[in-house]
């Protein structure tokens, strides 16, 4: 069964995700609107940039992530600068890499569902004299409800399954960087096989829960437009 | 070149791939550079054709026992080969040990890790970097180190461990880390060390890290099999093998 440890590395994974997923809205959600609405040249390359941790391998981009965060990199001789210290090997190192590499994840669905609402509620509701903050906050973000949903949940679900970027910038260090996926990958290599199975059969129940949620949302999208 | 040495080379060429075999060889991420170059050498005399994958002993293990088509193993220990001998998954009687790793205490920093290894007693530093000894044999050698002397305890709160050696090599690499316990064979060419400082960690102070080979049940038929096992203890690759720091 599980041990000390595999519960230690459980509840840090848990962690991760939630605050990844809370932090992520709060920053995908208005670069979302913005690559909807926006009209700028700059548009095409920032959605290009913004995909990106979508299509490069985990590998190469904890790899950029660590050198990026090592005292040569620029955000690790602005954190030394700061007096933090580097991000590497610590749990605030994970959160930022966790943050970028679901970013596509979370923007894409609100990005959509801000785009499937088209010019007319927010034309209606200019006329009626509501400034563009007040018609963002009260008819496109209600209205955009199932993708805001959707990004929540496929970026704590990928969150979880991260695995390629915690290695790299982690340091494999118990309840601070050491998550599920890297716990299961050190009982594999090590031939523990039994504990492995625990923990990876775990997370195939737990992935299948937010994959069926995720469908039964999507088939009730329409009525909660509504 | 004369018409007749031409043809005589000619000859020399096609009578060595009459027999040549292809051979899968699975190998320690470790001795990747070694490895490469006693290959070419080794393709070059004999005309056996060698397709090489390298990886962590662990995961080769547990491809090896779900079918997995290699037939020579070169491991980064010695439990792992011994293992699937016993298990059956190896031919009896063919491992032997082709490399000792050695282990050094290593920073990037010109001057920051003394030649006697000093500096991990005045703890002037926010980590270390070591494999994970569970995983990796060059790991427990550090955890032994440090045990041995005395120290392990009081740094434990500084350890990064990276998944292999390779991986930790490159946390102090990129100087995320500022000293960490790498291979010898990382940091070590043509006798000398390449950059850095370090410190040679005495033998006495840890096992043996001992690689051992092993010709797999697939390869049991294969004779460029029982050809590079040879190869590996004839003396040309003993020198590329000495030459990267490892030991015999």
């Known amino acids: ?226 | 070149m004369k018409p007749v040495a031409a043809v005589l080379m000619a000859g020399l060429f096609l009578s060595a791939p009459l027999q040549a075999a292809e051979l899968s060889v699975a190998v320690a991420a470790n001795f990747t550079a070694p490895m490469q170059k006693i290959a070419a050498a080794f393709e070059k005399e004999t005309g056996h054709k060698l397709a090489l994958s390298f990886g962590s002993t662990g995961k080769f293990y547990a491809q090896i026992k779900n079918g997995a088509p290699f037939e020579v193993l070169f491991a980064a220990d010695d439990e792992t080969p011994a293992r699937l001998e016993r298990e059956g998954e190896g031919v009896a009687g063919t491992r032997f040990t082709y490399a000792i790793g050695k282990l050094v205490l290593w920073s990037k920093q010109p001057g920051l890790v003394d030649d006697k290894g000093e500096v991990l007693r005045t703890g002037s530093f926010e980590r270390i970097a070591l494999a994970d000894p569970k995983l990796a044999p060059y790991g427990a050698a550090a955890m032994q180190t440090l045990t041995q002397l005395g120290l392990a305890d009081a740094l434990s709160s500084k350890f990064v461990q990276g998944e292999n050696i390779g991986q930790t090599y490159q946390f102090v690499a990129t100087q995320n880390a500022p000293l960490g316990f790498v291979a010898l064979s990382q940091v070590y060419a043509e006798g000398r060390l390449t950059e850095g400082s370090a410190w040679m960690v005495p033998e006495t102070l840890y096992e043996p890290i001992r690689q051992d080979a092993l010709i797999l049940a697939k390869g049991k038929d294969n004779t460029a099999a029982a050809e590079l096992m040879r190869y590996l203890q004839g003396d040309a690759a003993k020198a590329v093998i000495r030459s990267y720091g490892y030991g015999l």
């Open chain 1, 1 to 226: 069964m599980l041990d000390h440890h595999a519960w230690q590395a459980v509840w840090l994974t848990l962690e991760l995700a939630t605050l990844t997923t809370v932090l992520l809205l709060l920053v995908a959600t208005p670069l979302a609107w913005w690559l909807s609405q926006t009209r700028s040249r700059w548009r095409a390359p920032i959605s290009a940039v913004v995909t990106l941790p979508l299509v490069l391998p985990p590998t190469v981009l904890g790899f950029y992530l660590l050198v990026l965060m090592g005292p040569q990199g620029p955000l690790g001789q602005l954190t030394l600068a700061l007096g933090w210290g580097t991000l590497s090997f610590t749990f605030t190192g994970l959160l930022i890499g966790s943050i970028i590499f679901s970013l596509p994840f979370a923007v894409q669905p609100i990005q959509h569902a801000f785009e499937s609402i088209g010019a007319r509620p927010l034309e209606a509701a200019a006329t009626l004299r509501a400034s563009p903050l007040d018609a963002f906050f009260s008819v496109a973000l209600p209205l955009a409800r199932p993708g805001l949903l959707t990004a929540a949940i496929l970026s704590f679900a990928h969150t979880v399954g991260e695995f390629g970027v915690v290695l790299m910038i982690g340091g494999n260090i118990p309840g601070k960087t050491r998550v599920v996926s890297t716990q299961i990958y050190g009982h594999v290599e090590a031939m523990e096989y039994a504990q492995a199975h625990w923990l990876a059969g775990g997370m195939v129940a737990f992935s299948f829960v937010v994959l069926l949620c995720l469908s039964l949302l999507k088939r009730n999208g329409a009525s909660v437009m509504r």
